[in-house]
T-cell receptor, first 113, second 113 residues
Framework: NAGVMQNPRHLVRRRGQEARLRCSPM?????VYWYRQLPEEGLKFMVY????????ESGMPKERFSAEFPKEGPSILRIQQVVRGDSAAYFC???????????FGPGTRLTVL | AQSVSQHNHHVILSEAASLELGCNYS??????LFWYVQYPGQHLQLLLK??????LVKGIKGFEAEFIKSKFSFNLRKPSVQWSDTAEYFC???????????FGTGTKLQVIP
């Protein structure tokens, strides 16, 4: 699971700015998942992507949040016009085509001032 | 809808004590069950998983878990904890063929030397 890379590890933004979080899946994995962990809470599913496709975005807030996983390059979770309530740890996970087990990255801790 | 309950939010044990962390889930169909661990400042690591077969699953670092279908439970156990087991433990599930993982709220384990 050390193969899932996320950057940056820590991100500080002021209210109204944009946050871009990157995730490079483990080598050979084509499925990416994003989760959010709020303080004192468990991880909540946000979105599930395969290359160039959003498969399930049922956990994504309806506004300001978007995700992509282009043919080339990392998956991006984008949060526009951040608010204090967006402060959380955002974890990316990846899995293989069999997609039975997800392996997690180190997370990006977003702080909104 | 699937859900996972971890009733113990914070557990404190002395070294060499035995550990059992409760996990109950709610879902009517086939499930895959997981325990993840998050050591302080680190990302989630997979401890063990159950897909099918022997309901007693052995994982890394001496942990094991037992799937009891009739009780919708997947409790985590370790006969003798060490200080290095201090971490947060998450029970999780996904339903067969569907990739979204649902996490419990986590149990923080503190082992006192």
């Amino acid at each position: 699971n050390a193969g899932v890379m996320q950057n940056p590890r820590h991100l500080v933004r002021r209210r109204g700015q944009e946050a871009r979080l990157r995730c490079s899946p483990m080598k050979g994995h084509s499925h990416v998942y994003w989760y959010r962990q709020l303080p004192e809470e468990g991880l909540k599913f946000m979105v599930y992507l395969q290359k160039e496709n959003i498969i399930d975005e049922s956990g994504m807030p309806k506004e300001r949040f978007s995700a992509e996983f282009p043919k080339e390059g990392p998956s991006i979770l984008r949060i526009q016009q951040v608010v204090r309530g967006d402060s959380a740890a955002y974890f990316c996970a990846s899995s293989s085509e069999r997609a039975d087990t997800q392996y997690f990255g180190p997370g990006t801790r977003l702080t909104v001032l | 809808a699937q859900s996972v309950s971890q009733h113990n939010h914070h557990v404190i044990l002395s070294e060499a004590a035995s550990l059992e962390l409760g996990c109950n889930y709610s879902y009517g169909g086939t499930v895959n069950l997981f325990w993840y661990v998050q050591y302080p400042g680190q990302h989630l690591q997979l401890l063990l998983k159950y897909f099918s077969g022997d309901p007693l699953v052995k994982g890394i670092k001496g942990f094991e878990a037992e799937f009891i279908k009739s009780k919708f439970s997947f409790n985590l156990r370790k006969p003798s904890v060490q200080w290095s087991d201090t971490a947060e433990y998450f029970c999780a599930l996904n339903s067969g063929g569907y990739q979204k993982v649902t996490f419990g709220t986590g149990t923080k384990l503190q082992v006192i030397p």
